[in-house]
């Protein structure tokens, strides 16, 4: 094994310490800048809270129309679904056999009014005979001719119910609309036998108002009834409360009501109790209405007295682990994490807070992956922003992901990391 001679490795080592202690220091990463954020003021209006139950409308009046006769039907002279008045024809029954037997009863009455006319004039002749001579007719004889005149004249009454029951029975051959509404189709057509108070000819239903049922939860009841019961919601002035609905197109609820009715008794079963709404439904063009009976509905019912309240974009709400908060920037431009109460979302897309944020507090609305509580940060202020009236509320979002979107098509929303260290120059 070969030797090492110190005097030849020393001045090795002296010129490596001397080309190591030449060489810079490493450059160091440059300080954090604070991130900008977009703030804003929250929007403070009144807020009502209120339920939202599905239901289904119905028509105020429907009318099954039957024929109060039986016979043949000869006319249908209504167009299928069409707009009918009160009074209007809709079908007629083949009138000629009823029409015989009024005049058979018209008959039978001018009969019977003749044979009192003779019982009467016999009567009256037997009492003069009798005047004159009281022998000549006797007791028995006097009354029989009265109970004949008695029993004439009960022939008569009777002859003249028969007769007016065959003009009605004439009369109800032709069935009439009993109100103003929309008809429906065909339920037979000319030439079918139609029975009494059996066959069904067609429907009518009314328009305006119309009606929509729904099923309040027992628990929306007793708060609307304690509300009203410690005088914090006071009925309204009409007696009525207000109610809305949307249809299936509806973003919001364009139709409005009043309550005017609600079930005596809860269901047991179901631990609801049905309430109806009433809503005017007016013709637009070409007599077109909205509202048509077994359309399915959103019923929006106000609960409790309308408080003024912040509101604030979906997108600046967060929550983490189950908690919901909100990132808010202070006068020294400091963040704060603060835990809020929401309550519902409004129909332009804003959520109501209703504890932990105060009337012109900033808000982060945008950015708010990068806010970080404790730390600096420039603010850009801004309006709050608002969406489009939206149906249903949507859910808060997660840690991280802004509020509303869809996270599995966004971008990730990931925390800046520190630049890399720039290589060092021998």
Not at 148 to 171: C, F, G, I, P, T
Not at 360 to 385: C, L, N, T, Y
Request: net charge negative.
């Amino acid at each position: 094994m070969r030797a090492w001679n110190l005097t030849q490795v020393l001045p090795t080592l002296a010129t490596l310490l001397t080309l190591v202690g030449c060489r810079p220091a490493a450059l160091q990463p440059p300080p954090a800048q604070p991130v900008t954020l977009t703030v804003s003021k929250p929007i403070v209006r009144e807020v009502g809270d209120f339920r939202v139950f599905t239901g289904t409308t119905a028509a105020a009046q429907s009318v099954d129309i039957q024929a109060r006769v039986t016979g043949y039907l000869v006319k249908l002279p209504f167009s299928e679904g069409g707009v009918v008045k009160s009074g209007e024809l809709l079908a007629e029954i083949d009138p000629r056999p009823y029409q015989a037997k009024l005049d058979a009863a018209q008959g039978e009455v001018t009969l019977n009014e003749a044979q009192l006319n003779l019982a009467q004039k016999e009567n009256d002749r037997a009492k003069a005979i009798r005047a004159e001579n009281a022998g000549a007719i006797s007791q028995q004889e006097l009354d029989t001719r009265e109970a004949k005149v008695q029993e004439a004249q009960a022939a008569v009454q009777s002859a003249k119910a028969n007769l007016e029951q065959y003009r009605l029975d004439l009369e109800f051959t032709k069935v009439y609309s009993p109100i103003d509404g929309r008809v429906s189709r065909y339920y037979l057509t000319v030439g079918n036998l139609v029975t009494q108070n059996q066959t069904l000819i067609t429907t009518v239903v009314s328009q305006s108002p119309i009606y929509a049922y729904f099923d309040v939860d027992e628990q929306t009841m007793l708060q609307v009834l304690r509300s009203m019961y410690d005088g914090q919601s006071p009925p309204a002035k009409s007696g009525k409360a207000p109610v809305s609905i949307g249809l299936q197109d509806d973003n919001g609820f364009s139709h409005h009501g009043v309550i005017d009715f609600a079930n005596n008794v809860v269901d047991s079963s179901t631990g609801t109790i049905v309430v109806r709404g009433e809503f005017e439904n007016p013709a637009g063009a070409a007599g077109v209405r909205m509202l048509l009976p077994g359309m399915f509905v959103r019923v929006k019912l106000p609960v409790g007295k309308p408080e003024r309240l912040p509101l604030v974009a979906e997108r600046a709400v967060v929550n983490d682990q189950g908690q919901t908060f909100l990132y808010l920037v202070d006068a020294q431009g400091k963040v704060e994490y603060r835990r809020v109460e929401l309550g519902r979302m409004t129909d332009d897309g804003l959520w109501v807070v209703r504890n932990g944020l105060a009337e012109g507090e900033r808000v982060v609305v945008s950015g708010v992956q990068f806010a970080k509580p404790g730390e600096q940060a420039q603010v850009k202020e801004a309006p709050m922003p608002t969406a489009q009236a939206v149906a249903t509320p949507a859910p808060i979002p997660a840690m991280g992901a802004p509020a509303g979107g869809d996270s599995s098509n966004a971008a990730p929303e990931s925390t800046p990391q520190p630049a890399a260290p720039a290589p060092a120059t021998p």
